[in-house]
Antibody, heavy 118, light 107 residues
Framework: EVQLVESGGTLVQPGGSLRLSCAAS????????MNWVRQSPGMGLEWISY????????YDVDSVRGRLTISRDNAKNSLYLQMNNLRDEDTAVYYC???????????WGQGTRVTVSS | DIQMTQSPSTLSASVGDRVTITCRAS??????LAWFQQKPGKAPKLLIY???NLESGVPVRFSGSGSGTEFTLTISSLQPDDFATYYC?????????FGQGTNVEIK
């Protein structure tokens, strides 16, 4: 069974840093591209970043570029999101999601909550 | 960036109703369109990929159609478990983008 489990979300002050993790199991992690998607309170879904299976290709949305950085460790079956210079508007539930063979986000974790507030 | 616009934003319906949600892209996305269902406090769940392909385990009352810039999600006979928020998403080009969501509520 495919499982994705996020961790690392917490309360952090504006300008602070945080690293989110996503532990994967039940599939060959190194064969799949992975993504982070976030959802602000009461709002819709926002895709923020993609990393290819090897880690050699990364795409992200303009609003996070230079502050939120995706990475992965295939030996540890783990995906990461390094979050620097956090802003109030980064407050959200962050989901990791697998890009399936169809190109769609076919499996999601349960999410981890990040709150940016002083 | 490609803008995805869903309509309606809220839909009130009864069990057994046929329900249709529309998603419009600001430019052609070929067939790179997926539909997700999300319930409060839960992660989104993939329902349909590449416009009309049902994800494994998804009931056949869900169907999708369209191409280019206009797409629809149809629930043929609404069931109690279907009251949720539905999102379309394009994966034709980065940044991937979602529609704003359609809340299907009990009438």
């Amino acid at each position: 069974e495919v499982q994705l489990v996020e961790s690392g979300g917490t309360l952090v002050q504006p300008g602070g840093s945080l690293r989110l993790s996503c532990a994967a199991s039940g599939f060959i992690f190194g064969s799949y591209g992975m993504n982070w998607v976030r959802q602000s309170p009461g709002m819709g879904l926002e895709w923020i970043s993609y990393i290819s299976n090897s880690g050699s290709t990364i795409y992200d949305v303009d609003s996070v570029r230079g502050r939120l950085t995706i990475s992965r460790d295939n030996a540890k079956n783990s995906l990461y999101l390094q979050m620097n210079n956090l802003r109030d508007e980064d407050t959200a539930v962050y989901y990791c999601a697998r890009e399936g063979s169809s190109g769609s986000l076919d499996h999601w974790g349960q999410g981890t909550r990040v709150t940016v507030s002083s | 960036d490609i803008q995805m616009t869903q309509s309606p934003s809220t839909l009130s319906a009864s069990v057994g109703d046929r329900v249709t949600i529309t998603c419009r892209a600001s430019q052609s996305i070929s067939r790179f369109l997926a539909w997700f269902q999300q319930k409060p406090g839960k992660a989104p769940k993939l329902l349909i990929y590449k416009v009309s392909n049902l994800e494994s385990g998804v009931p056949v009352r869900f169907s999708g159609s369209g191409s280019g810039t206009e797409f629809t999600l149809t629930i043929s006979s609404l069931q109690p478990d279907d009251f949720a928020t539905y999102y379309c998403q394009q994966h034709n080009s980065y940044p991937w983008t979602f529609g704003q969501g359609t809340n299907v509520e009990i009438k």
